[in-house]
């Protein structure tokens, strides 16, 4: 029975795969200690009898087996065979027993272009028909690269080396700062590009930005309740810079220590802080992040009998979520809570449910009879949006909040 070549192909990212195999069949010895490789190639064209599959499978209607041309190189026992052949011709070749290593080039469509190489080995035995299978590689593949423009945002790295028809996974969102910095997709030509489409080309997608509005959800996870086109600088440690949104926790984050979890010092300063102290504490929009990086510091200097500071610890280590690559939140300012209040809570798009004691600590100073305390606003009462002082003892509901 006439030996055939078996070919199967496989598509993967990394090429086509062709397996030959290189198989036993009755074959003549020259001697006592050879041993015969025999290399049968068989097919013709995808439809033919010989049920050859089809190579390659982008244009099997012209693709001829019996057109390939195969260099073999058989190297073993201090000597190197080189033959050549065409597809469909039968080979074999006597050696000395021992290991031979084989290398098969296909040549297709023509004698210069290289379409597949495959690399293996044969331990020879003296006067056995020897067969051993090939995995040849495809030399050469056409791909595809997609480039993400972010439009000045962070950069996405491109997607290279992409087979025609492979669907690519979609990035990271990138980040970008000022107004315009609410990501919305990436386009194609103008239009909203779709993940599972099949790349068949070299394509540039560009990112569609776009701006918040007061009450959607922010980049934190949070809620938009401040939006300014001009921007204001978002005070603190680090160089200020120019923000355009303020974003706060959502009410299921409110937190009331009915400990000292909450305070905003603990224990409360001894003595009392008066009409000089040297915490300095701002009211105005921006100043909320600086307020609270200046009393955590200022806690941990243990100044004036204080060891923490419960409440601006609590926001600087808060995060939503499923947002934990976002932790800038901070204690707000009164001004900014009073924007929380008005724009959020007072106007409907978020309720926050204070039932004990109805006020929300700031980080901002009030001074009442000579004496320091945090402003808060009473959310919950017969006085909402009342300003009050709230003892530093004092247990309280905090909201955080972050600017972007």
């Not at 669907?167 to 609410?182: A, E, L």
């Not at 959607?216 to 996870?221: A, L, N, S």
């Amino acid at each position: 029975m006439k030996n055939k070549a078996l070919f199967k192909y496989i598509s993967s990212i990394t090429g086509l795969l062709i397996i030959i195999l290189f198989s036993a069949c009755f074959s003549p010895y020259t001697g006592s200690s050879d041993g015969t490789i025999i290399i049968n190639f068989s097919g013709n064209t995808p439809n033919s009898s010989r049920n050859a599959i089809p190579w390659p499978p982008n244009n099997p209607d012209n693709f001829i087996m019996d057109e390939i041309d195969y260099i073999i190189i058989l190297t073993g026992d201090g000597e190197t065979k080189q033959f050549e052949i065409k597809g469909g011709d039968n080979f074999n070749a006597t050696v000395s027993a021992g290991w031979w290593d084989v290398n098969i080039k296909a040549y297709y469509p023509d004698k210069d272009t290289l379409y597949a190489e495959g690399d293996g080995g044969i331990d020879v035995k003296t006067q056995e028909n020897n067969s051993v299978l090939i995995q040849m590689i495809k030399a050469f593949e056409d791909t595809y690269t997609v480039i993400f423009d972010s439009m000045g945002g962070t950069e996405i790295s491109p997607i290279t080396g992409i087979l025609e028809g492979e669907i690519i996974p979609k990035p990271v969102n990138p980040f970008i700062t000022g107004y315009n910095s609410k990501f919305i997709s990436w386009l194609l030509d103008g239009v909203v590009f779709d993940f599972s489409t099949p790349i068949t080309e070299n394509i540039i997608l560009t990112a569609n930005w776009s701006f918040y509005t007061v009450g959607e959800t922010g980049p934190g996870g949070g809620i938009i309740f401040h939006a300014d086109p001009s921007g204001f600088p978002l005070q603190g440690e680090t160089p200020s810079y120019t923000a355009h949104y303020l974003e706060a926790a959502p009410s299921s984050a409110l937190l009331f220590g009915n400990t000292d979890a909450i305070r905003l010092f603990d224990p409360n300063p001894s003595p009392p802080l008066t009409t000089n102290p040297t915490l300095i504490l701002e009211r105005g929009i921006g100043a909320g992040k600086g307020n609270t990086e200046r009393i955590i510091a200022w806690a941990a200097a243990n100044t004036n009998g204080v060891t923490s500071s419960p409440a601006a610890n609590y926001c600087a280590g808060f995060f939503i979520s499923g947002y934990e690559n976002i932790n800038d939140w901070f204690l707000p300012s009164i001004d900014e809570l009073e924007l929380l209040f008005s724009n959020l809570h007072e106007a409907g798009l978020e309720t926050y449910p204070v039932e004990q004691q109805g006020a929300i600590h700031s980080s901002s100073w009030r001074i009442n009879d000579l004496e320091y305390g945090s402003e808060g606003i009473v959310f919950l009462s017969a006085t909402p949006g009342e300003h009050v002082r709230i003892n530093f003892f004092e247990t309280n509901w905090v909201i955080p909040v972050r600017g972007f």
